[in-house]
């Protein structure tokens, strides 16, 4: 099946189907034509689709860049690794780089894709759900730096979305559940029907059946393109609301040193902050307490290394680099499927409901 996202001259198409990956080189050269590609992608998938890897190659006559695992490769010193190969294989204008990975691979091989000869075209092979239903669609590139995450970085929208959920099959269970709660959190501003098709098939989604997470997976990146397409480089505000529970979560991220706990984890916990805070803080419509109860029990509770110290991990919240004027901006649940951004929670609140949350 196919969704796109409606950018004018910027639109692109994204393919998501279930097993497609050998017939991804007809696709591209019937995309593009007249380019040529490289690949980016990291250690780990390299070991995991070598086969996979090599027919691509040959068939698209590549050169493959394989970037060390982990967020902590995130790094300039990554993304020049990526330049030399592209500059040293002579690759043009019109050439097109395929990040094939999760999130870190998909973020810094855009970035090199977005400063390259000042920009070249890009396609995303999303190889986690967190990619699948987010990273890859909606242009953010970046590389991190040590006084922050994504602090270097430019928008720059790809030219195609390829998603074979097949990947998902070798996929590590706890990378699933993390990515899994970005899926999630489009029950909290993707509208009313994303509300309850989450409510009604969580089960499934987090058993991995494989149509109804195709659809979920589809959903979610209706609700992400719908966002991207009104507010592409986050300036209206609107853009901020797919951060639903993350000030909350990159607190906690932060907290564990970005080591012991996953993007995802964070994000679990960070969507209960939220919905307390919106029932502290008044944001909640009374009459809607009963939906909110029935969605948060089904939330996992991802295991913490350590009990946080509400009171540290409030201080945390301070440092995000998206606070502005030195105001948290929440974004906290009103009816279900939508939520507003607040700057005008009181401390008192926030620091109640970490207590209620971590105490
Ligand atoms: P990741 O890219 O580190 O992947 C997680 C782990 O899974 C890695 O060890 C990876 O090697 C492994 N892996 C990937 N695909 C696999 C597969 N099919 N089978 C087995 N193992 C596989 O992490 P992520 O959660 O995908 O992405 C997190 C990153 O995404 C962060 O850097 C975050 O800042 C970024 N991000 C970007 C955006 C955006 O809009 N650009 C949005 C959200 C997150
Ligand atoms: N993941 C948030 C965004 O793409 O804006």
Not at 215 to 231: L, M, T
Not at 285 to 298: F, L, S
Request: aromatic content about 8%; glycine content about 10%.
């Amino acid at each position: 099946m196919q969704l796109s996202v409606n950018l004018g001259p910027r639109s692109y198409p994204i393919i998501l189907e279930n097993g497609t990956a050998q017939t991804l080189p007809s696709a591209l050269k019937n995309a593009f034509p007249k380019s040529r590609f490289a690949l980016v992608t990291n250690t780990v998938l390299a070991a995991l689709y070598r086969g996979l890897i090599t027919e691509w190659k040959e068939a698209l006559g590549c050169v493959v860049y394989e970037m060390p695992d982990g967020e902590r490769y995130k790094t300039i010193e990554t993304w020049s690794g990526i330049l030399d190969v592209l500059l040293t294989s002579k690759l043009e204008r019109s050439s097109i780089v395929i990040a094939l990975g999760g999130g870190v691979v998909g973020d810094v091989a855009g970035f090199a894709a977005a400063s390259f000869l000042r920009g070249v075209g890009y396609v995303q092979i999303p190889t986690t759900l967190l990619a699948m239903v987010d990273s890859s669609v909606g242009g953010k590139t970046a590389v991190d730096h040590p006084l922050g995450k994504n602090l270097i970085g430019a928008f720059h929208q790809p030219k195609l979305v390829y998603i074979d959920t097949s990947f998902l099959s070798t996929l590590p269970d706890r990378e699933f559940v993390s990515g899994y709660a970005e899926l999630f959190k489009n029950a909290f501003i993707g509208g009313r029907e994303m509300f309850e098709f989450v409510l009604a098939n969580h089960t499934a989604m987090a058993a991995k059946e494989m149509p109804v997470l195709l659809d979920g997976i589809r959903r979610s990146i209706a609700v992400k393109a719908g966002v991207v397409e009104k507010d592409e480089c986050e300036t209206s505000g609107l853009r901020a609301t797919l951060n639903f529970g993350h000030t909350f979560a990159h607190a906690l991220e932060r907290y564990c040193n970005f080591e012991k706990v996953l993007h995802g984890e964070a994000v679990w916990w960070g969507m209960r902050c939220a919905i307390t805070c919106s029932r502290q803080g008044g944001s909640i419509n009374g009459e809607m307490t009963d939906d909110y109860d029935a969605i948060v029990k089904i939330m996992p509770k991802p295991p913490l290394p350590e009990k946080p110290d509400p009171q540290r991990l409030y201080e945390m919240m301070f440092t995000d680099k998206k606070i502005a004027q030195g105001k948290l901006h929440l974004v906290l649940p009103t009816i279900p499927g939508s939520s507003v951004v607040r700057n005008d929670i009181p401390e008192g609140v926030v620091r109640s409901v970490l207590t209620a949350v971590f105490g």
